[in-house]
């Protein structure tokens, strides 16, 4: 069982410390454990708790009726909300819980639910993309373990890949231009790079994926033998900006003359001054934007 501190929940409930500690003398909401040294600690328990009523609270409801409720009418009250999409926070809440809990059924009802109701790409830019940021950040600050991450991220990966599937089943190049995906070495978290790459394909481009950690070598052979028009990569993992900005520098001067689009988490924390040639690309309109002005 993982352990936390109060301002780990806070990072993760976006809940202040200073209310969590209101919330624990008024309403008895949680009772966290002590250490030898009489320091709090919580519990998965406690956090899933936390993430609940961060939900309820934000969705009107007192905390005082809050503090009445049982755990299973909690639930069953989140459980109601979850079902409205157009309540993304609260899809991104629930899809907190499920990692933390390592829940499938949990995690495949949110996401079903909302691909009926907004449809997959919708559902990714609204529900998924936010709350992988989320997951990040928790990754960077140690708050998550790496089986909680690789559960949600491996399910995830399922859906990007059935969907890329069906889509080169009956999907029919319109255009001649090719773009290429991968990853720059030391680099693994491919999701935003998968879905992309399907953008690009349901658009009617040609999709070269290379995939993670592309030695430049490789990369630099692709481009070589093949017509190539755009490369396209993604910076999740924790690094430094002025790392960044080498990484972007080194790969215009190793792969020339090839616009470089550029997505991830690190992209939207660092905010790297962009050599010419590369465009953020924040959102599939950004991207079909670009596209469009090549």
């Not at 992309?196 to 040609?206: E, N, T, V, W």
């Amino acid at each position: 069982m993982a352990t936390y501190s109060i301002r780990d929940l806070e990072k993760i409930s976006g809940i202040k410390a200073h209310t969590i500690r209101i919330w624990e003398r008024r309403y008895k909401l949680i009772e966290p454990s002590r250490t030898s040294t009489n320091i709090r600690y919580y519990s998965d328990d406690d956090l899933k708790l936390i993430l609940n009523v961060s939900i309820l609270n934000q969705n009107g409801v007192k905390i005082s009726k809050i503090a009445e409720l049982s755990d299973e009418q909690m639930r069953q009250r989140v459980l109601d909300l979850c079902l409205d999409t157009k309540n993304s926070d609260v899809q991104i809440e629930n899809l907190l819980v499920a990692m933390l809990e390592m829940d499938e059924v949990k995690y495949s009802s949110v996401i079903s639910n909302s691909i009926l109701k907004l449809g997959f790409e919708a559902t990714c830019e609204q529900i998924i993309f936010p709350f992988l940021e989320r997951v990040g950040i928790l990754w960077q600050a140690g708050t998550i373990t790496p089986s909680q991450e690789h559960f949600i991220s491996n399910l995830i990966r399922q859906k990007l890949i059935v969907a890329i599937d069906n889509e080169m089943q009956n999907s029919v190049n319109q255009t001649n231009k090719c773009i290429l995906f991968f990853l720059p070495e030391n680099e693994w978290h491919e999701l935003g790079l998968l879905f992309y790459s399907l953008i690009a394909r349901k658009l009617g481009y040609k999709v070269l994926y290379l995939g993670a950690a592309v030695p430049m070598e490789d990369l630099k052979t692709v481009t070589e033998t093949q017509v190539i028009h755009v490369l396209f990569t993604s910076y999740v993992s924790a690094l430094e900006k002025e790392k960044l900005e080498e990484s972007l520098q080194f790969i215009l001067k190793e792969v020339p003359n090839l616009p470089l689009f550029i997505t991830g988490l690190q992209l939207r924390m660092l905010n790297p001054k962009m050599p010419q040639g590369t465009y953020a690309i924040s959102s599939i309109g950004v991207f079909k934007e670009k596209l469009a002005n090549l």
